[in-house]
């Protein structure tokens, strides 16, 4: 048998470059915008603002960065709720709190794991009866699948409240022909190392609102008042991007759409290969979208299969390929203890039983085929082994 370390590790999501990032490095030393403006930044403002179909974007340090600005731009405060789903990273939640607000999470729904517009419902219509509405509604495109925006975007309209697309995963997602992020009043892209596109580090928040933009782009510079001192009335942040890295971002959206076709094919081969097995579920896709398929996720029924969630990650981790387990809801996080919950229906909460039952498989552009057999053949094994004993025994 090979031992661990004589085989290539493969890992879950890792930078895919194109080739082309170096050139506009080497512009920037050369014309010496080593700075957080530039003119990297500004073409690549514009080319994801074009891409996303907003009227501007600004690009920051984080999509961390872009959750908190567009909640500072709607004024959430201290005292304040904002709504939030529930099945995500942590990032999605964390600025809410830096605003000195609190989040309500609200479950998931089966058809997309995102955020169930029944619980929301039943969330602003209890908000109402409060009299206490949330500033704003923060939804989540996980794993680039879409969250039912129509009927999220019609709830949120009936009472006024704004909605945030947190599309960090989604760069690329289209629903009903438009590009996810640009269909609430704000939306959020993660450049970080490990999303479809990267940065290394660095976010973008798009809107149509060229106002409230511009306003994000003093708020992102320390608020500096127009005076010729300093005079500062307002508190910022120093959130820019790096001219550099706005660098290796322009070269990076130039392969965009050929990475979204890399992980969509790579979704299709594991589902091909895998979903004919009994107890192995695919996440699923909405009519009229088309997720860019950030990571392919599974979901394991473990009375069907035998495997439960551990032994999978187990056996891919000693076949050296990193796995990972879905996100754990953020209504479970010891930080948010004590936090309200709406829940889709009756029941266990709909993204409980998902982060139960389900892991993320390595998913990279540039993972080879040989390397993607690799992946199924250990999970195939897991499985025969399992379906093998349990033939012995019965
Ligand atoms: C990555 C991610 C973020 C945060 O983006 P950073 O650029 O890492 O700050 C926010 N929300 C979700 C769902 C993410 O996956």
Redesign the pocket.
């Known amino acids: 048998m090979m031992a661990v370390q004589d085989v290539k590790r493969i890992y879950l999501s890792p930078p895919h470059m194109s080739g082309r990032e170096r050139h506009y490095i080497d512009e920037a030393f050369e014309t010496n915008w080593i700075a957080p403006l530039g003119p990297n930044i500004d073409a690549f403002e514009r080319a994801v603002a074009a891409y996303a179909g907003t009227a501007d974007a600004v690009a920051v340090s ?6 908190h600005l567009a909640l500072r731009l709607l004024e959430v405060g201290s005292g304040d709720v904002v709504f939030c789903s529930s099945f ?2 942590v ?2 939640a964390n600025p809410i709190r830096y605003c000195g607000a609190e989040p309500v999470f609200i479950d998931s729904e089966p058809d997309t794991w995102n955020m169930s517009p029944d619980a929301l419902g039943k969330a602003l219509s209890a908000a109402a009866l409060e009299g206490k509405l949330p500033k704003a509604v923060v939804v ?1 495109h ?1 794993y680039g699948q879409l969250a039912k925006m129509d009927e999220i975007n019609a709830l949120c309209g009936q009472y006024g409240v704004p909605v945030v697309e ?1 599309a ?2 989604s760069l690329g997602s289209t629903y009903k022909g438009k590009q996810s992020g640009g269909l609430g009043k704000f939306g ?1 892209f ?3 190392g ?2 479809i596109i990267t940065t290394s ?3 973008m928040l798009v809107s149509d609102d060229k106002a409230l933009l511009g306003k994000a782009r003093f708020l992102a510079t320390q608020a500096r008042d127009a005076a010729p001192h300093y005079q500062h009335s307002s508190m910022g942040y120093n959130y820019r991007m790096s001219n550099l890295l706005a660098g290796v971002g322009r070269a990076q959206l130039e392969v965009l759409e050929e990475r979204v076709a890399a992980r969509r094919a790579i979704f299709d081969t594991y589902k091909q290969a895998l979903s004919g097995r009994d107890g192995i579920f695919f996440m699923p896709a909405l009519e009229d979208s088309r997720p860019n398929r950030w990571l392919t996720a599974i979901t394991v029924d473990e009375q069907l299969t035998g495997v439960t969630i551990p032994a999978l990650l187990g056996a891919l981790t000693d076949a050296n390929i990193e796995a990972r387990p879905l ?1 754990k809801p953020l209504h479970l996080q010891p930080l948010f203890e004590g936090a309200r919950f709406y829940a889709h229906g009756d029941g266990q909460p709909c993204c409980e039983r998902l982060f139960n039952s389900g892991i993320c498989l390595p998913s990279g552009s540039g993972m080879t085929a040989v390397e993607q057999v690799r992946v199924i053949d250990c999970i195939n094994n897991v499985l025969e082994a399992r379906a093998g004993s349990a033939a012995q025994t019965a």
């Open positions: 984080s999509g961390t960065a872009a959750i995500t990273f990032a999605s989540v996980l947190d960090a995963e959020v993660s450049f970080n490990n999303k580090g660095g976010g996100w």
